[in-house]
């Protein structure tokens, strides 16, 4: 009586799955597997909102499992959770643009070695423009010297080039510690790339 009644449960589990996913057939290529509020497994084409968040498997028609969706965790560390998905993600993609890149760690080497030579040679450029700058700077201020000391009034003229030439002073020394700074990061990032590298290719 027992295994008869067993046998009865077993055939209409299997005609309750097989019912289902006729109807699900029609308007879906896979089921959607979850638990509603008093625990009882539902098979259907869609997840209401409520209960996407408790976890869920999507299963083919034939009745195989094709994913399963974790539970989400909520509140602080929900929130952690989710900030390091996005970093694993992130750095996923960083490592696939690396493997793109570069072939061996001396491509690397020869990418950081021309963009540092091209970023000094800016620099080079800059501090040869300071200097420029100052002598012109230095001459202004010799010929104004001499002319406050023959008791003449300074011409508006020179005036104007030693406050424009003060000023263009400021502006190459910021330029040139921005691109300091720029070097500094390019020779950071090349050094980290390296490292990477070589520990995703090993």
């Known amino acids: 009586m027992r295994s008869l009644l067993l046998t009865l449960i077993t055939c209409s589990s299997l005609l309750f799955s097989s019912w289902a996913a006729a109807q699900i057939s029609s308007t879906s290529k896979v089921i959607y597997r979850y638990k ?3 625990g009882v497994t539902v098979l259907d084409s869609k997840i209401p909102p409520q209960y996407v968040n408790n976890g ?3 299963v083919s028609l034939s009745g195989k499992v094709i ?5 989400v ?4 560390e929900g929130e952690r959770l989710y900030k390091e998905k996005l970093q694993r993600e992130e750095r996923e993609r960083e490592d696939i643009q690396l493997r793109r890149s570069y072939s061996n760690v001396g491509d690397i080497e020869a990418a950081k070695t021309r963009n540092l030579e091209s970023l000094r040679g ?4 800059l501090q040869a423009n300071l200097t420029s700058a100052r002598s012109r700077l230095q001459t202004y201020q010799a010929q104004a010297a ?3 000391r023959a ?4 011409p508006e003229d020179l005036l104007k080039n030693i406050n424009n030439l003060v000023q263009e002073e400021k502006d190459i020394q910021v330029q040139i510690q921005q ?6 990061t390019v020779e950071q990032k090349f050094d980290a790339d390296r490292k990477r590298f070589v520990e995703i290719t090993q």
């Open 67 to 71: 994913k399963v969706i974790a539970p």
């Open 36 to 38: 509603n509020k008093d």
């Open 151 to 154: 008791g003449r009034q300074l």
């Open 179 to 184: 691109r300091e700074e720029e070097y500094k």
């Open 73 to 76: 965790t909520q509140g602080a």
């Open 122 to 125: 800016n620099i080079g450029i």
């Open 56 to 58: 869920y498997e999507i």
């Open 146 to 148: 001499a002319i406050e």
